[in-house]
C-alpha cells in the first residue's frame, strides 16, 4: 500500500505559468512534509518542506500547501521556468517512525518555452 | 564540502549473483539512509543507518542488507540478484534526523 501518492504521473506548463503538483498522503501520523525535485543522472534535492502545524509555507517561486483533513498538500511554482522541468517527488514522515521519510512515485514536470 | 559518494555509479551483474554497493556520507553526517528507485514506484525505502546502527527498515526481502562502518560509510548488499533487482539505488545522508536529506547520484543496477 502507497502511503503517498502523487496521482498524476506528468504535467506540462508553459513557461511562465503556475505548475501545481499534487500529493496526498494516508497515514495519519505523518507530521512533516517535504518536497525534492530530480535531474536525470542526479540524486533527488531537497526543495522545500512544511511541518503539520503550518498549512503554507513559502519559498521564492516556490509555496506549498498543506490540507490536513483532507491529508493532502501541493507544490505551487509561480512562475513555471523551463530549468524547473524535473521530477518532483513528494515525501513524508512521522516522528512515531524513528523519522523514516517515505517518498511518493513522483511527477515528472515539463515546462514548455 | 564534498556532497554524499555512491560507487560505482554504474553497475552490471549476472541473475544470481550478489553485489555491493558504498555510500560515502557528507562529512559529520551519521545517517545514512538506502532508496531503490524503479520507473512508476518512485523511491522506495530500503533501511537507515545511524551511528552504525540499523535504525529502520523497509519491506524488502533478506536479500538486501547493509551496514554503517565506524566514519558513517555505509554498504548495502544484495545477494541472489534477480531481473527485478535492477533499479537505481540511491543513499543520502543527514546530520541527526531525515529531515535535512542529501542525496548522492546513485548507483544504476542492471541485472542480466
Known amino acids: 500500500d502507497q502511503q503517498v501518492k502523487q496521482n498524476s504521473p506528468s504535467l506540462s506548463v508553459q513557461e511562465g505559468r503556475i505548475s501545481i503538483l499534487n500529493c496526498d498522503y494516508t497515514?495519519?501520523?505523518?507530521?512533516?512534509f517535504l518536497w525534492y525535485k530530480k535531474y536525470p543522472a542526479e540524486g533527488p534535492t531537497f526543495l522545500i518542506s512544511?511541518?503539520?502545524?503550518?498549512d503554507k509555507n513559502e519559498d521564492g517561486r516556490f509555496t506549498v500547501f498543506l490540507n490536513k483533513s483532507a491529508k493532502h498538500l501541493s507544490l505551487h511554482i509561480v512562475p513555471s521556468q523551463p530549468g524547473d522541468s524535473a521530477v518532483y517527488f513528494c515525501?513524508?514522515?512521522?516522528?512515531?517512525?524513528?523519522?523514516?521519510?517515505?517518498f511518493g512515485p513522483g511527477t515528472s514536470l515539463s515546462v514548455i518555452p | 564540502k564534498a556532497g554524499v559518494t555512491q560507487t560505482p555509479r554504474y553497475l552490471i551483474k549476472t541473475r544470481g549473483q550478489q553485489v555491493t554497493l558504498s555510500c560515502s556520507p557528507i562529512s559529520g553526517h551519521r545517517s545514512v539512509s538506502w532508496y531503490q528507485q524503479t520507473p512508476g514506484q518512485g523511491l522506495q525505502f530500503l533501511f537507515e543507518?545511524?551511528?552504525?546502527?540499523?535504525?529502520n527498515k523497509g519491506n524488502f526481502p533478506g536479500r538486501f542488507s547493509g551496514r554503517q562502518f565506524s566514519n558513517s560509510r555505509s554498504e548495502m548488499n544484495v545477494s541472489t540478484l534477480e531481473l527485478g533487482d535492477s533499479a537505481l539505488y540511491l543513499c543520502?545522508?543527514?546530520?541527526?534526523?531525515?529531515?535535512?536529506?542529501?542525496f548522492g547520484s546513485g548507483t544504476r543496477l542492471t541485472v542480466v
Open positions: 543520502a545522508s543527514s546530520f541527526d534526523n531525515n529531515y535535512g536529506y542529501t
Open positions: 512544511i511541518s503539520s502545524i503550518k
Open positions: 497515514n495519519s501520523m505523518f507530521d512533516y
Open positions: 515525501a513524508a514522515s512521522a516522528k512515531t517512525s524513528y523519522d523514516k521519510v517515505i
Open positions: 543507518y545511524f551511528s552504525e546502527t540499523q535504525r
